[in-house]
């Protein structure tokens, strides 16, 4: 069954050229993993510190697999100490 991520990053002032940068450097290797439907990296017009990424994948397992890419683990190594709350990613099905 399909699978929707949305993942919320609000980083520390200073910050945000380097959670741009790498949230482009994931998004290209991960829209080439065989189970990734879609994915995009968005950053908010009104909080230029808040960055999210919405990605679809085929199932659980293909997420999974993504979770335990190197680029992945990269990026989250990165992005971990940049922000100012817990890391907060959501597994979601779509419902309408």
Request: charged share 30%; proline share 4%.
């Amino acid at each position: 069954m399909e699978m929707t991520y949305i993942v919320r990053f609000h980083v520390r002032e200073g910050n945000e050229k380097i959670a741009e940068s790498a949230l482009r450097d994931v998004v290209g290797p991960t829209r080439g993993e065989e189970g990734c439907i879609s994915i995009n990296a968005l950053r908010s017009r009104r909080d230029t510190r808040l960055f999210l990424i919405h990605s679809r994948w085929k199932d659980e397992a293909a997420f999974d697999a993504h979770a335990n890419q190197p680029h992945t683990r990269r990026f989250v190594a990165i992005m971990e100490p940049l922000i100012d709350h817990p890391w907060d990613g959501t597994r979601a099905e779509i419902i309408a």
